[in-house]
């Protein structure tokens, strides 16, 4: 019984004494955020032009049209038509424009050529496009929606065959 008693006492002097020695800080956190619009352009394949080669659902895709002639058979999803000195090859291209967190009512959207092409004419949703200046596609595109505005390229009939065609177009979509 005394050996208990002493055990008692010698775990109730430890308790006691590591108390005294405990210690502790206190802090406080404030934390703040703005939440600010934005809007975020993506490319999707179109059900009815040629589908996406790569990039489907991001900001960067690639349309590739494939051979392309000014007559014979063309890839499905390509649209042709010909004049007199040269032939138009289009596909159907879907932009998705989509908005968080803004009062905006709908989005202006301008395309530019990335390179210069002096032999070919390129237009995006039928309004032209070259790399000297931005070309407003649209003034008031609606959000959430896949909005088609088709690709085509112009080539002069004198174009020698197996030329490859290539540029970049870059699009901007602005909150109205």
Do not use: C, E, H
């Not at 206190?26 to 080669?53: H, K």
């Not at 499905?76 to 009512?105: C, E, Q, Y």
Request: proline residues 2%.
């Amino acid at each position: 019984m005394k050996k208990l008693a002493i055990v008692t006492v010698f775990a109730a002097l430890m308790m006691i004494s590591s108390a005294a020695f405990a210690q502790t800080a206190n802090g406080t956190l404030t934390v703040t955020a703005t939440v600010t619009g934005s809007i975020q352009l993506v490319f999707n394949s179109d059900a009815s032009g040629v589908a996406l080669a790569s990039g489907a659902g991001t900001n960067t895709a690639t349309l590739a049209f494939g051979p392309v002639s000014a007559f014979g058979a063309v890839a499905a999803g390509i649209v042709r038509s010909t004049t007199a000195t040269t032939f138009t090859v289009s596909s159907a291209v879907d932009v998705l424009v989509s908005k968080t967190n803004s009062a905006s009512a709908n989005y202006t959207l301008k395309a530019q050529l990335g390179a210069a092409d002096a032999v070919n004419n390129w237009t995006v949703g039928g309004v032209a496009v070259t790399n000297a200046a931005q070309s407003t596609v649209t003034a008031t595109g609606t959000y959430a929606a896949n909005s088609n505005f088709p690709v085509a390229i112009t080539v002069p009939f004198t174009t020698a065959s197996g030329t490859v065609i290539n540029n970049t177009i870059n699009y901007t979509a602005t909150a109205n």
